[in-house]
């Protein structure tokens, strides 16, 4: 069914819309469009009328406003708003302005796409905050991989690299990269794993279990 969900993604932040955008292709979602600016958003949800517009809540503080717009010009367009610090307010706003979902986007990418996968199929998802983050419960055995299972080999170095401690320049140093590009990397990784931070990177890889052998043999070799 992913496979034929349409998005079109609302953010400013390039970077992060980039590589949300990468995730949810990666899980099967068509992601038709990205837009960086209000007015690019409203002309490429009308040239190309998606299934899901999804928009940062506070895209350049007016993604209540947005969603008001698209609802008035492109009903069949389910609009589903993200925030790192969902304002229960907000939530309240979104919901009876015909949002058909409000989604924190520091749970874990699996819960972002199951509730992408519920707006699909005509549900109104605004229950996250109560229904319990799955990146806190133990992974099934069959899945215990998972967040490796998520990232490129450099992206799985890159993390490996973070759990032994090391700093964004120490990484690039160790990879022989810029530091720039280390910077995306860890970014990257951060998105797909659904975090913020190194610290719930590693507590969220600790919880799904050791990677296999098969990972670790990517492991960026220390000189000496």
Same mark, same amino acid.
């Given at each position: 069914?992913?496979? +034929?969900?349409?998005?079109?993604?609302?953010? /400013?932040?390039? *970077?992060?819309?980039?590589?949300?955008?990468?995730?949810?292709?990666?899980?099967?979602?068509?992601?038709?469009?990205?837009?960086?600016?209000?007015?690019?958003?409203?002309?490429?949800?009308?040239?190309?009328?998606? =299934? @899901?517009?999804?928009?940062?809540?506070?895209?350049?503080?007016?993604?209540? =406003?947005?969603?008001?717009? &698209?609802?008035?010009?492109?009903?069949?367009?389910?609009? @589903? *708003?993200?925030?790192? =610090?969902?304002?229960?307010?907000?939530?309240?706003?979104?919901?009876?302005?015909?949002?058909?979902?409000?989604?924190?986007?520091?749970?874990?990418?699996?819960? &972002?796409?199951?509730?992408?996968?519920?707006?699909?199929?005509?549900? /109104?998802?605004?229950?996250?905050?109560?229904?319990?983050?799955?990146?806190? /419960?133990?992974?099934?055995?069959?899945?215990?991989?998972?967040?490796?299972?998520?990232?490129?080999?450099?992206?799985? +170095?890159?993390?490996?690299?973070?759990?032994?401690?090391?700093?964004?320049?120490?990484?690039?140093?160790?990879?022989?990269?810029?530091?720039?590009?280390?910077?995306?990397?860890?970014?990257?990784?951060? @998105?797909?794993?659904?975090?913020?931070?190194?610290?719930?990177?590693?507590?969220?890889?600790? /919880?799904?279990?050791?990677?296999?052998?098969?990972? *670790?043999?990517?492991?960026?070799?220390?000189?000496?």
């Amino acid at each position: 069914m992913a496979g +034929q969900v349409r998005l079109v993604l609302g953010e /400013r932040h390039r *970077l992060f819309i980039d590589s949300l955008a990468a995730v949810l292709a990666w899980h099967g979602f068509d992601v038709a469009a990205l837009a960086t600016s209000p007015q690019e958003l409203l002309s490429t949800v009308a040239r190309l009328e998606p =299934d @899901v517009c999804l928009l940062a809540a506070g895209f350049q503080g007016g993604g209540l =406003d947005l969603l008001r717009i &698209i609802g008035e010009r492109h009903p069949p367009v389910k609009v @589903v *708003l993200f925030s790192a =610090d969902p304002d229960p307010k907000a939530m309240a706003a979104a919901l009876k302005g015909g949002a058909a979902g409000f989604i924190p986007s520091d749970h874990h990418v699996a819960d &972002i796409v199951e509730a992408l996968s519920r707006v699909t199929k005509g549900e /109104r998802v605004f229950d996250l905050m109560d229904a319990g983050i799955r990146s806190f /419960r133990p992974a099934p055995a069959s899945r215990r991989n998972e967040p490796w299972d998520l990232l490129t080999l450099r992206e799985r +170095q890159v993390l490996m690299l973070m759990m032994d401690g090391e700093c964004t320049r120490q990484i690039a140093r160790l990879m022989a990269i810029t530091v720039s590009t280390a910077r995306t990397h860890v970014e990257n990784v951060f @998105v797909k794993l659904g975090v913020h931070s190194r610290l719930e990177a590693t507590a969220v890889v600790a /919880r799904a279990g050791p990677p296999s052998f098969t990972m *670790l043999a990517g492991r960026v070799a220390r000189p000496g």
